[in-house]
C-alpha cells in the first residue's frame, strides 16, 4: 500500500487530494486509492505493472520513477492471492485497486 500512496503523492500536485477506501466483501476486501494527478497515458497504462514499465516517467516535482514498485506490488499481492488494476484518465487521475481474499 505504501508504494501506491507514494506514488500517487508523487504523481499529483503540490496540496492534491489522496483518498484511499477500504470496502469488505464476503470473500475479499477491496482497496482503492485515487488521486486526481497526471494520469497514466494509454499507450503505457498496459506496461506500469511490468518491471522498468514505466522507467522514464517524471513525478509532478520531477522525481524519477524507476518502474519497480508496482511491477514489486504486483507481485506480492498477487503472492497472496489477490489482484491489482487502475483506472486512469490523462490529467484526471488515478484510481489503483487491490482485491484481497479475506
Known amino acids: 500500500m505504501s508504494n501506491l500512496?507514494?506514488?500517487a503523492i508523487k504523481f499529483s500536485p503540490?496540496?492534491?487530494v489522496i483518498t484511499v477506501r477500504m470496502e469488505e466483501k464476503p470473500e475479499s476486501v477491496l482497496i482503492a486509492i485515487a488521486d486526481n494527478g497526471i494520469g497514466i497515458p494509454l499507450g503505457i497504462?498496459?506496461?506500469i505493472f511490468d518491471v522498468f514499465g514505466q522507467a522514464?516517467?517524471?513525478g509532478?516535482?520531477?522525481e524519477q520513477?524507476?518502474?519497480?514498485?508496482?511491477?514489486?506490488s504486483k507481485q506480492i499481492i498477487?503472492?497472496?492471492?489477490?489482484?491489482?488494476w487502475v483506472d486512469s484518465e490523462t490529467n484526471q487521475g488515478s484510481t489503483f485497486f487491490v482485491e484481497l481474499p479475506r
Open 65 to 72: 520513477s524507476f518502474g519497480l514498485g508496482l511491477a514489486i
Open 14 to 16: 503540490e496540496h492534491a
Open 5 to 7: 500512496i507514494g506514488n
Open 78 to 84: 498477487e503472492n497472496h492471492g489477490g489482484k491489482i
Open 45 to 47: 497504462r498496459n506496461k
Open 60 to 62: 509532478t516535482a520531477g
Open 56 to 58: 522514464k516517467r517524471s
